[in-house]
């Protein structure tokens, strides 16, 4: 089997997003087509961006050229290729390559008539989820939306975007806390706080109301400042979604910035490279919970990871059905998501939506 042509898709869908502290965007998504000899197609989803366009261009001028006539199944070899012309050479996008990685998975379980996760050395078929807020709240309303997260997947664990200051940011936290004292309560700081100080106190507050980690208080490029974070703080530090590939990630368990490494295998190199970050950051006694957020390939791309690792949670991004733009949306019940099991990523993309949406 050879790979005969890559083709890419830019979708955008009618409206914006603000996440945390980060300027709002329009939700667009760039889905990457990988054909070969046998009629056995990939497909995946790229991670969001600030320009999917920029990706496609990337992927249709450059990176198509070096996966051409290239076997699908020889994997690692691909990586190497894409990852030593494009990250030093052709300065590529971690997504691009790690959406290369994605389809070429999907291609060879659709083969060989497996899913991913078995393929990548199954370890679970069940995974329990918590509820990702797709934005942040004001402390008022933000009771009503974790409600509503109990009430539709049954879920038992939250995620909160915060970053708006202590003082907001702690009033929506006891807000939740004390209506909810029974959940498990994950926040992210999307890198909102800069100063070492306030950041200590940031995790004093989680200390206070019992939450479960805290996502990127600081800079993700800030690995000192991270790592003096973490050596002061009474909670669990967790972050990595921004890094990418293993020599990054060296640095970030050298450094001792997290308890919690969240590499995505959409924006952190693909399922290998994922594989061999679980190991390196299990070597130091620190765990590994992906990051998921996006429409649902990327969700079902890190859930075949999760069922093939040591990894406990499983991010659940809180939005409407129709935006995973799926035929059959994956479902969280009773707090609990299950593993895909038709081959390959298991999920095919509501065609519908993707042909009225395609740029």
């Known amino acids: 089997m050879i790979i005969t042509d890559v083709k890419t898709y830019v979708l955008k869908l009618d409206f914006k997003l603000k996440l945390g502290s980060m300027p709002a965007f329009n939700v667009t998504g760039l889905y990457l087509n990988i054909k070969t000899d046998e009629d056995v197609e990939g497909w995946a989803l790229s991670h969001w961006n600030l320009s999917n366009l920029g990706q496609k261009m990337l992927i249709d001028e450059s990176l198509k050229h070096l996966l051409i006539r290239k076997d699908p199944f020889m994997v690692e070899d691909i990586f190497q290729t894409v990852y030593h012309n494009s990250n030093r050479i052709m300065f590529g996008i971690p997504m691009a390559t790690s959406v290369i990685q994605v389809a070429l998975w999907d291609i060879i379980g659709k083969a060989t008539k497996q899913p991913i996760y078995k393929l990548l050395g199954g370890m679970k078929k069940e995974i329990r989820a918590y509820a990702s807020m797709p934005r942040s709240y ?22 909160l975007r915060i970053g708006k200051g202590l003082k907001k940011d702690e009033e929506l936290i006891k807000e939740v806390r004390d209506n909810f004292p029974d959940i498990d309560i994950m926040l992210d700081a999307n890198s909102a706080y800069t100063q070492l100080r306030e950041a200590v106190k940031l995790t004093k507050i989680c200390e206070k109301y019992n939450i479960c980690w805290l996502e990127e208080p600081l800079p993700s490029d800030n690995l000192n400042g991270l790592a003096a974070l973490r050596s002061q703080s009474p909670i669990e530090i967790a972050g990595g979604e921004n890094d990418m590939g293993i020599f990054r990630f060296e640095d970030i368990l050298s450094k001792g910035c997290y308890d919690i490494v969240q590499p995505d295998v959409c924006r952190s190199g693909g399922f290998l ?8 950051a299990e070597v130091k006694g620190v765990r590994c919970i992906p990051h998921i957020f996006g429409f649902g390939h990327i969700l079902a791309a890190n859930l075949h990871f999760i069922m ?3 990894c406990d949670w499983c991010e659940f991004p809180f ?8 035929e059959e949306p994956i479902r969280c019940v009773n707090g609990i998501v299950k593993a895909l099991e038709k081959p390959g990523l298991g999920v095919e993309v509501n065609q519908k939506m993707f042909k009225e949406n395609i740029i």
Do not use: C, H, T
């Not at 309303?141 to 409600?147: E, G, P, S, T």
């Not at 490279?273 to 390196?280: G, W």
């Open 308 to 310: 093939a690792s040591r």
């Open 319 to 326: 939005i409407p059905d129709e935006f995973q733009v799926l």
């Open 138 to 159: 004001k402390a008022k309303a933000v009771a009503k939306v974790v409600q509503s997260a109990i009430d539709l997947g049954a879920f038992k664990a939250v995620k």
């Open 273 to 280: 490279q994922l594989k061999k970050i679980d190991a390196m």
